[in-house]
């Protein structure tokens, strides 16, 4: 808004009249003021910082959509979008952005409410509003929220649903009663509603906000199937002893990285026994059917028909696990299979699938829950004296300990250091908790898993990464073990008759094996100091050799593994029922083991 003021010169003359279009002028200015601040543009009030270095102008664009409301309007044979560029700024305004932007290009642009236009430049002096034509101008489609709930054919809420707008990746899952909110491309968006168990429903939003969605449960009947050998059968086919587990079934939200301890308890026959408590540790007692061998033995565990390392598999990659129990089974493994065999069937994609995106996470705390009792320093003074134990090995008097034992039992304030002294001996009164100080920690696990798969007519695929992290409940994180998994799958029909399956597994995991004694904790005596530092003559202080400084004060030892494992299957239909499979898998397994030079001096707590 303009506004003209037009002042007399012969102002003298009318001083009244002079005062009066003086207080107009400053109530217009304000007003104009005002008026310019309001009507200023969206893109010069968005301000926004971006940090790229020579990437491609497609990159750039595509960070200005995700951080702002702006879309760019272009057609891809006028601009050049994969030419490099960098961009540096913060906090600008977005009118300043898009000329530092395009100064290096052959690009004219104009800002039309929340569009950008992009138009090859013509030729020098023709102006922007005749490059850039209103025809040019494209109506963003107006997005709308829908909101639903889902239920069953009982009328039950279904939480935990999938919803998702059809053909993009923009979805979300129920909450406990049902319920979901999703904002979607417009009234042509298709939902498509899935759950397990349930066939997948599609809807058309069409004029619908509040969208009441009920699911029929799949009642196709499926013949159970398991893996024998290098096929599958129905399972009232199979005249072998055979068990197997579908790996959903068991494994819900149960804070375990290794598929066989998921297990546990599920299959009549297996025994699984954990042989240790250490993060990390390998060596599961596996067992079938009772006892194996005056030499022992375990099963042959076989994924792809290739023996693998159980720790290399992530329990969330398995579809379901297989186990041959009896002899049978060494009539196509040979005698490796004479304690039987465990098949492990990974997860495969399935095709015509639109991609699908999947986040899990799972927290736990564990602590020691049974720690034995040592005796008190007064039993065990006590028990020497009872046993004619005289005088103690380190060359105190025996019966004086116990009456200085009795006197601090009574009175604990008359030694507040916690020793008595006598003829330049110590006697030690108060107890300590070696083993208290050792295992003094909770352990904390956290998994964390992604996984993203879809497919088209002819190909699939299946992407996976999981990271585990478990933490001991020994002080420090020197019982600690981390490890990185993924796994990826692609199966493509090459021809009509020909089938490709790759599948690439990997694992990087570091675990730390701690050097503190439970047995030095325990037979330490009950006065023996859990940490700190012996005081010599001269001043020095020199820490004691007990399991909580060594955990403290040195490095323990690292034992990193870095595996990979390539598998490529080739499956060729010569006539109907015949096929001709071709498989190969590579492995290669590194193994190193660090540890420290911990020469520290120590002090025997004794």
Do not use: C
Request: charged residues 25%; aromatic residues 10%.
């Amino acid at each position: 808004m303009k506004i003209r003021l037009k002042l007399k010169k012969s102002w003298a003359s009318f001083p009244l009249n002079f005062d009066l279009k003086m207080k107009l002028t400053t109530l217009f200015l304000i007003v104009s003021l005002f008026q310019l601040q309001a009507n200023e543009s969206y893109a010069q009030k968005t301000r926004i910082t971006l940090d790229l270095e020579n990437v491609s102008l497609e990159r750039v664009l595509d960070k200005i959509e995700s951080l702002t409301e702006f879309k760019f309007i272009y057609k891809d044979k006028e601009v050049d979008y994969q030419k490099r560029t960098t961009l540096s700024v913060e906090k600008e305004r977005m009118s300043d952005v898009l000329k530092k932007l395009f100064k290096d290009f052959d690009i004219a642009y104009k800002v039309v409410d929340k569009q950008i236009i992009l138009k090859a430049k013509k030729k020098p002096g023709i102006s922007i509003d005749e490059t850039i034509k209103s025809d040019d101008v494209e109506e963003l489609p107006q997005e709308i929220e829908v909101t639903g709930t889902i239920l069953d054919s009982n009328g039950q809420p279904l939480p935990g649903a999938n919803v998702l707008e059809k053909g993009t990746t923009n979805g979300i899952q129920s909450d406990f009663d049902g319920k979901f909110s999703l904002t979607v491309a417009g009234q042509d968006a298709i939902l498509v509603v899935s759950y397990v168990g349930f066939l997948t429903k599609e809807i058309i939003v069409g004029n619908q906000t509040d969208i009441k969605v009920t699911l029929v449960e799949n009642a196709a009947e499926l013949a159970e199937v398991v893996v024998v050998g290098f096929g599958t059968q129905k399972k009232a086919n199979v005249t072998g002893a055979t068990g197997a587990v579908d790996m959903e079934d068991v494994l819900g939200n149960r804070p375990v990285t290794n598929p066989i301890a998921a297990i546990q308890g599920t299959i009549p026959g297996l025994q699984i026994t954990t042989n240790s408590g250490q993060p990390g540790a390998s060596g599961l007692g596996i067992n079938i059917r009772g006892t194996t061998s005056i030499n022992g033995g375990s099963p042959l565990i076989l994924m792809n028909n290739v023996p693998v390392s159980i720790e290399d598999i992530n329990p969330q990659d398995v579809q379901s696990i297989t186990v041959l129990k009896d002899a049978s089974a060494t009539s196509i493994y040979g005698a490796r299979a004479a304690f039987g065999v465990i098949l492990i069937t990974t997860k495969t994609p399935a095709r015509d699938q639109p991609v699908k995106f999947n986040y899990s996470s799972t927290f736990s705390l564990a602590y020691p829950e049974d720690i034995p009792d040592k005796a008190s320093t007064y039993d065990f003074i006590n028990a020497l004296n009872d046993w004619g134990t005289n005088p103690f090995w380190t060359g105190q008097n025996i019966p004086a300990w116990v009456d200085f034992l009795e006197e601090y039992k009574t009175n604990p304030g008359a030694y507040p250091e916690g020793y008595a002294e006598l003829d330049g001996l110590r006697y030690p009164l108060a107890d300590t908790d070696l083993i208290g100080e050792w295992i003094n920690d909770l352990g904390l696990t956290q998994i964390h898993n992604f996984n993203f798969s879809g497919g088209g007519e002819k190909s699939s695929y299946r992407v996976s990464a999981g990271y585990s992290d478990e933490d001991g409940i020994i002080v420090t994180r020197n019982d600690s073990y981390r490890k990185y998994n993924v796994n990826a799958a692609l199966t493509s029909n090459l021809t009509s008759k020909l089938t490709s399956t790759t599948n690439i597994i990997y694992r990087y995991s570091t675990r730390r094996t701690p050097l503190g004694s439970f047995s030095n904790s325990i037979s330490f005596n009950p006065y023996t100091p859990a940490k700190g530092n012996f005081v010599l003559d001269d001043g020095t202080e020199v820490p004691y050799d007990t399991p909580a400084n060594r955990e403290l004060l040195k490095v323990a030892p690292k034992i990193l593994n870095d595996n990979i494992r390539f598998f490529q299957k080739l499956d060729y239909n010569l006539v109907k029922g015949l096929n001709i499979v071709g498989e190969y898998t590579f492995e290669k397994r590194n193994y190193t083991r660090t540890t420290s030079d911990n020469q520290i001096l120590t002090a025997n707590p004794e």
